[in-house]
């Protein structure tokens, strides 16, 4: 599976768009973007996902430039309960048998 | 529509017990996967169980072991417990072989002293 790399943590203000990108150089053509956003002592809920190009949905937006290197989870005008752990997986759509494990993420503190 | 379940939410445990975790995967979801997650750290995969049967496995020891019913409920046994095995432990249900998204209960936080 595709190794990714985020940064550890982040701090924004209630209002602003908040960027984290994720970085995955050895992503395979079958291999999927997904992110998962996760409170304490919650499980983990999907955000969004996306193969290429740009995917948006209710809460957030996915940009995957055509060398799907990298991808960038954009979150609009954050409020504080978007404080968060959020997670870049890169694996096959189907993972069955695969090992789809979570790295470390990202620590987003919104502030007032 | 019912969401992933998880029993019990807290447990605490001695070294050398066994202990059985309990999961209800949503409705109409037939595919169950385990995550173990330490302290500050993300969910590490522990198996998928598909069709009552195990899909998939981590890289964890023999003493995880797991059950998947005809309902699609599920069961993580830990087998001689020890201290580094206390975690969160998080159950995913999806539907079918293409696990993505996963839908997660809020799991089960396991103290082992």
């Known amino acids: 599976l595709a190794k990714t790399t985020q940064p550890i943590s982040m701090d924004s203000y209630e209002g602003q768009e908040v960027n984290i990108t994720c970085s995955h150089n050895?992503?395979?053509?079958?291999?999927?973007i997904t992110w998962y956003q996760q409170f304490p002592s919650q499980g983990p809920r999907f955000i969004i996902q996306g193969y290429k190009t740009k995917v948006t949905n209710e809460v957030a937006s996915l940009f995957i430039p055509a060398d799907r290197k990298s991808s960038t989870l954009s979150l609009p005008r954050v409020s504080l309960s978007d404080t968060a752990v959020y997670y870049c997986?890169?694996?096959?759509?189907?993972?069955?048998?695969?090992?789809?494990?979570f790295g470390g993420g990202t620590r987003v503190l919104v502030k007032p | 529509e019912t969401g992933v379940t998880q029993s019990p939410t807290h447990l605490i445990k001695t070294r050398g017990q066994q202990v059985t975790l309990r999961c209800s995967s949503q409705?109409?979801?037939?595919?169950v996967s385990w995550y173990q997650q330490a302290l500050g750290q993300g969910p590490q995969f522990i198996f998928q169980y598909y069709r009552e049967e195990e899909n998939g496995r981590g890289n964890f020891p023999p003493r995880f072991s797991g059950l998947q019913f005809p309902n699609y409920s599920s069961e993580l046994n830990v087998n001689a417990l020890e201290l580094d095995d206390s975690a969160l432990y998080l159950c995913a249900s999806s539907f079918g072989q293409e696990s993505s998204p996963l839908h997660f209960g809020n799991g089960t936080r396991l103290t082992v002293t």
């Open positions: 997986l890169v694996g096959p759509r189907s993972a069955a048998g695969n090992k789809l494990t």
């Open positions: 409705s109409g979801h037939n595919t």
């Open positions: 050895n992503i395979a053509t079958n291999d999927y």
